[in-house]
């Protein structure tokens, strides 16, 4: 009896090895699929880590959604298995309209990966930064910038509000700022003159430069619009 015991015992050990070197030999994915956010060729700014895609892996009886998520400058960046896949935008996502594609006639976009690939997806945004300047003035930060609206008609949107933001790191947004300020849509004049300004707080530990960046809360849309993150030395 123990004779058989112990040979039992051997045989599950040998499993067990077997099954680990199986799992250890799993092919890991390999290619990288990079890109941007853009219209017109320039990128969208968005929020930090707020931002995503899906990519869905036809032929799966269980498939499940592979999240892609955009960095704050428009770019994002996933690495994948060579495979055929289904890009979607979710109607929630971003400060801008899905783009009809002309392949599918859908908004969806058929991504073949095999190899490394660099791709932009192109987006219709409710509005565009034509500048937004910033300079300092002592501590204070002063900024002027101008908005192109360019979904109109049943589509368009009004602005809610305009936010100007700095930050101690290169992540600007409303949950990184230490100030800001703030113009409701309402007492805009003109999109294309803008300007807002606020003060330095006292920063600890101290530094001598800050981030700042615009934000646009457009109506009826979650995700702001963001200017380009600038570096400010005062």
Same mark, same amino acid.
């Given at each position: 009896?123990? /004779? ?29 699929? /990079? ?195 600038? /570096?400010?030395?005062?």
């Amino acid at each position: 009896m123990n /004779k058989i015991l112990n040979k039992l015992s051997m045989f599950a050990v040998a499993l067990l090895l077997l099954t680990g070197c199986a799992l250890d030999n799993y092919e890991e994915p390999g290619s990288f699929l /990079k890109g941007r956010i853009v219209y017109q060729g320039e990128p969208i700014g968005v929020e930090y880590n707020q931002v995503s895609f899906q990519l869905w892996e036809p032929g799966w009886e269980l498939s499940k959604s592979i999240d892609v998520t955009v960095s704050q400058d428009g770019e994002f960046s996933a690495l994948l298995f060579d495979a055929q896949y289904k890009l979607i935008i979710p109607s929630h996502q971003g400060p801008f309209m899905s783009i009809e594609n002309s392949g599918t006639n859908s908004d969806t976009i058929i991504v073949d990966l095999n190899g490394s690939t660099e791709m932009d997806i192109e987006v219709l945004p409710f509005y565009v930064f034509n500048s937004a300047d910033m300079s300092v003035s002592g501590t204070t930060v002063n900024m002027s910038a101008s908005l192109n609206k360019v979904v109109t008609g049943v589509d368009e949107r009004n602005i809610d509000r305009v936010n100007l933001y700095i930050s101690k790191t290169h992540f600007v947004s409303g949950n990184t700022s230490v100030s800001s300020a703030e113009i409701g849509g309402g007492d805009i004049t003109d999109i294309g003159n803008i300007t807002l300004s606020t003060e330095i707080p006292d920063l600890t530990p101290s530094q001598s430069y800050v981030y700042a960046r615009v934000g646009v809360k457009i109506s009826g849309v979650e995700d702001m619009l963001f200017s380009p993150v600038q /570096k400010l030395e005062f």
